[in-house]
């Protein structure tokens, strides 16, 4: 039974904010960041583009259905009628699904662990993703690091292992001071932790320690979900998974079950983030298995 009601919760976190085109097509809006950068939201984890004659920089792509309202939005942009390279942050369906019509014409950029995933059909607690088609998949891989040039800038892409998976990529734009943390920061809202591809709570803390520690106190940052943000915004964020793993590991010290710690939920100060794609009980099975499964690494 609870594998059924996580499996209806990753339905729903999978799909994102995504239905049918036919029905209620969501909302696509263009929010500028910094210069040639800005961010798309409203059909599935936040797509931040860098404009180029040479065609678009996009990082991230939504869901399939949504690609014709995405193409319509930046089309007005310096080389938007060709959307040239694509970077996808990590393998999860409301940031790859749009792969199918994006990736015939463009280059598509992840982690090695990210093409791996894509290139089969998975199962993520009881609900399906297919496997992607060749010409869907990454044409380009990369294991640690890889800088890539458009729109006048250097724009490194960065793995961090073991965080919200463990094929999570940071795409950071130095010399404008923006970064796309990717699924690695949901702004304001409990995370989807993919405890099954090698998410960690711990390691996530850490990751979001080491970027914390290298950006600008003025940076923008693009969220996966959620609306853009600042330092303030990602350390709140850091904060709440750090006190989120604490609260679950004193609580499993003292020989409570899941259930237990579970039922006993969140304090008032966690409690604010329950706005998002999960609710607190979700979330702390969520951080409960992560801790369990780093147990006995
Ligand atoms: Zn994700």
Known sequence: M?????????????????????QNPPKITLVPVAGPVYVLQGG??????????????????MMEPVIGQIREAIKVQPGGERVRVLVNTHWHSDHTDG??????????????????LLAKDQTLMGGQTKALPANALPGVTFSDKLTVYAGGEAIRLVHFPHAHTDGDTVVFLDGLKVVHMGDMFF????????VANGGDIDGWVRQLDIILGALPADTKIIPGHGPLAGIADLKAFRDMLAASADLVRKQMKAGKT????????VPDNLAAWAKGFLKAPQWLELVY?????GADR
């Open 2 to 22: 609870k594998q059924k009601i996580m499996a209806v919760v990753i339905l729903v976190f999978c799909l994102g904010f995504y239905l049918p085109a036919q």
């Open 44 to 61: 599935g984890g936040n797509i931040g583009i860098v404009a180029d004659p040479a065609g678009i920089f996009m990082i991230d792509a």
């Open 99 to 116: 792969n199918k019509a994006l990736g015939p014409g463009a280059v598509i950029i992840a982690h090695e662990n990210v093409r791996t």
């Open 187 to 194: 702004n304001g809202m409990f995370p989807f932790l993919d």
């Open 258 to 265: 899941m259930d237990e710690i579970k039922a006993a939920g």
């Open 289 to 293: 298995r992560s801790l369990e499964k």
